[in-house]
């Protein structure tokens, strides 16, 4: 089992920044990659970005989050964070860190919330 635990949402303004955390804990070393996923109010869930937990592939982004959000891992910590730059009021929604065990994300946290005021 893997438990994750999200921080670091919070209210902002437009073209503020936050740093979202996702701390592991529990068989991390069964982790193959941990994602960024967000859902707003009345939307689907949709991917943000993931980074390979043991650092064998480059990290993957959405589109509408490429060059405002870094992904990073600090192994040392089991955590991974999401550094959100140039935020828009779009990106307001609830931000899940999901642990894929292979191709499917398998452990979720209990989410954060961020909000972009306009």
């Known amino acids: 089992q893997v438990q994750l635990v999200e921080s670091g949402g919070g209210l902002v303004q437009t073209g503020g920044s936050l740093r979202l955390s996702c701390a592991a804990s529990?068989?991390?070393?069964?982790?193959?990659?941990l994602g960024w996923f967000r859902q707003a109010p009345g939307k689907e869930r949709e991917f943000v970005a993931a980074i390979s937990w043991h650092g064998t592939s480059p990290p993957r982004y959405a589109d509408s989050v490429k060059g405002r959000f870094t992904i990073s891992r600090d192994s040392a910590k089991n955590t991974v964070y999401l550094q959100q730059n140039n935020l828009k009021p779009e990106d307001t929604a609830a931000y899940y860190c999901?642990?894929?065990?292979?191709?499917?994300?398998?452990?979720w946290g209990q989410g954060t919330q961020v909000t972009v005021a306009s």
């Open positions: 529990g068989r991390t070393s069964s982790i193959y990659d």
């Open positions: 999901a642990a894929s065990k292979g191709s499917k994300y398998t452990y």
